[in-house]
C-alpha cells in the first residue's frame, strides 16, 4: 500500500488544473492503478482525497 501511495502522490502531485490535460490524460493511468489496488488488498485505497474530503460515498436515496 506505501508503494500506491509514493506512485498516487508522483502522479498527482505536479498537477496544477484539474481541468487542464495533463489531469485529464493522467485519470486514463490513475483508475486502473486504484483498481489494482482494490483487486490485490481488498480495500480500496485510504490515502485518496477528492477536494479534502475523502472519495464519494453511495448512498441509500436521492437527496431532496
Known amino acids: 500500500m506505501a508503494a500506491a501511495e509514493a506512485l498516487h502522490k508522483s ?4 498537477l496544477l ?4 490535460e495533463h489531469y485529464q ?3 486514463k493511468v490513475h483508475g486502473p492503478l486504484l483498481k489494482s489496488i482494490e483487486t490485490i ?5 485510504k ?3 477528492w477536494n479534502g474530503t475523502g472519495p ?3 448512498r441509500d ?3 431532496g
Not at 502522479?11 to 505536479?14: A, E
Not at 488488498?41 to 485505497?45: F, W
Request: with cysteine; net charge positive.
Open 11 to 14: 502522479i498527482v502531485g505536479p
Open 17 to 20: 488544473a484539474y481541468c487542464g
Open 25 to 27: 490524460a493522467l485519470r
Open 41 to 45: 488488498t481488498g480495500q480500496r485505497a
Open 47 to 49: 490515502f485518496i482525497q
Open 56 to 58: 464519494a460515498q453511495p
Open 61 to 63: 436515496k436521492p437527496p
